[in-house]
């Protein structure tokens, strides 16, 4: 699956420094506006230590993490919807992604310039929501007009679309954002072609200096505070010394580092399973001797469109499924000690996979 989250935020807020460290390509990370012209693409593997446990008891040839893609997105600045800094054009790749990682300043430095001359975290919050609201309030009026017409006209449709599109404006116009509408799921197939920007998941990633690395600061709290009523996560975490730990080159000097700070797990690695949870996604492994290799899929997907993630015709073709729950698998070592102790089931096309199963599928086409 290509799973995109795409990383925005005002100028100098931190976020190519932060995509620096995601992946290996190189954001040109600039003490100015606007260093970010053309949205940068990474392809970052999802730490998962369940797969290197699996790997010691298959001995497989290779490993292969499942993956998500980061984009870092130029920097938004007020009259991005009105196209004010190429905003349109960031709009558009913001549009693209599945989530968003807003990266928030909450550290401050006289020797990095905001664009506004103070760090003030929440104001920063509302020039992007108000940017992002106001292109969302541009594409239902496009649509409102057509389907205004065709409601006239007693098209029962219509009528029902509209009524959606004007809850959503109403709510928009208020300053707030779409994800917080109190939508049914029919309110929400409306305006699913409009693919609206402030819909989208969102996880706030707070920039912040070592010192409030651990536990946080003001800014951060009141970050909290703020967003509080939306469906959104907010993780903490400092750039620069994401930029740090990417310099060591061994393991071990990494894991030193972090212990040094308190730390038990990088930032990086806090963010990635942060927008693998906001996606809803789960794992599930196929290993073998010449793999072993983790899939992304999203939760609650029944095994045939499990086995699709690998190749379509694994889907058009699904016979059945052979499963054995990760814990199993590691408690009896291996796939013939789990068959002997009945701990490998055979499931049809109604079952639900679950997080950390491991698969083989039957297929014939």
């Known amino acids: ?51 290197n446990k699996l790997a010691e008891f298959v001995k497989p040839n290779r490993l292969v993490p499942t993956t998500i893609e980061i984009v870092d997105i130029a920097g938004l600045v007020k009259g991005a919807s009105k196209g004010e800094g190429l905003g349109n054009q960031f709009l558009g790749n913001i549009r693209e992604t599945d989530a968003i990682i807003h990266v928030l300043r909450c550290f401050e430095d006289d020797n990095i310039i905001h664009v506004d001359g103070s760090v003030n975290p929440l104001r920063d919050k509302d020039v992007i929501d108000t940017e992002l609201q106001l292109k969302d309030i541009d594409s239902i009026e496009k649509k409102l007009i057509k ?27 208020n300053g707030l954002n779409a994800r917080t509408v109190d939508a049914s799921e029919d309110e929400l197939e409306q305006v699913a072609d409009l693919c609206l920007l402030t819909l989208k998941p969102v996880l706030y990633v707070c920039n912040v200096d070592e010192a409030s690395v651990v536990k946080g600061n003001a800014h951060v709290d009141k970050v909290k505070e703020a967003v509080k009523n939306e469906r959104a996560e907010v993780l903490f975490i400092s750039a620069a010394i994401e930029a740090d730990i990417a310099g060591l080159d061994s393991f071990e000097d990494r894991q030193a580092f972090l212990s040094d700070l308190g730390l038990e797990e990088s930032g990086v690695a806090k963010l990635i399973h ?35 993630v690998i190749h379509t015709d694994f889907e058009r073709g699904f016979i059945k499924a052979e499963v054995i729950h990760l814990e199993d698998y590691l408690k009896f070592g291996s796939e013939a000690a789990c068959r002997e102790n009945g701990k490998l089931s055979m499931e049809g096309k109604e079952y639900i996979v679950q997080d950390g199963d491991v698969m083989h599928f039957k297929f014939n086409v």
């Open 147 to 173: 389907t205004t017409r065709a409601a006239k006209t007693g098209d029962k449709t219509a009528v029902k679309t509209e009524a959606a599109l004007i809850k959503f404006k109403d709510h928009l116009e």
């Open 1 to 51: 699956m290509a799973l995109q989250c795409g990383i925005v935020g005002l100028p100098n807020v931190g976020k190519s420094t932060l995509f620096n460290c995601l992946s290996n390509a190189k954001a040109q990370a600039a003490n100015f506006p606007f260093c970010t012209i053309e949205p940068n693409v990474g392809v970052i593997t999802v730490p998962d230590i369940r797969l």
């Open 274 to 308: 942060g927008a693998y949870h906001l996606l809803n996604l789960i794992t599930y492994f196929t290993a073998g001797v010449q793999e072993v290799r983790a899939w992304t899929i999203d939760k609650g997907f029944k095994a045939p469109q499990a086995a699709g």
